[in-house]
């Protein structure tokens, strides 16, 4: 399994749709998600900055499986009208630094 610390971050103005939108993810979404592997996705809003910590059997395989979904497909066009900038989820993520267990 892998975990992933990931960033992205909301137009101004964006707060409150962002947070409505996210109160009720698509059932048909987060089945595909769970299906390819993501077994939790955690999002913390600070402001316009978002964090994410992703858990998921296998990262590249789950975007390459999520590539083109139509559920992935109709969440992305909402969420990009939200979003400033580029999503780092190619990335690989944020470097991580130290962890305490």
Partial sequence: MERLALRSR???????????????????????????????????????????????DDYAAFQAAMKGHPADRAWQVRMNRLLDGDFDKDTGGLKLVWEMQ
């Fill in 10 to 56: 909301l137009r101004p103005g964006c707060e409150r749709v962002y947070d409505e939108v996210h109160a009720s993810v698509p059932a048909e979404l987060e089945a595909a998600m769970r299906e390819h592997g993501v077994r939790s996705w955690r999002i913390w809003r600070d402001g316009l900055d978002l964090f994410h910590v992703v858990e998921v």
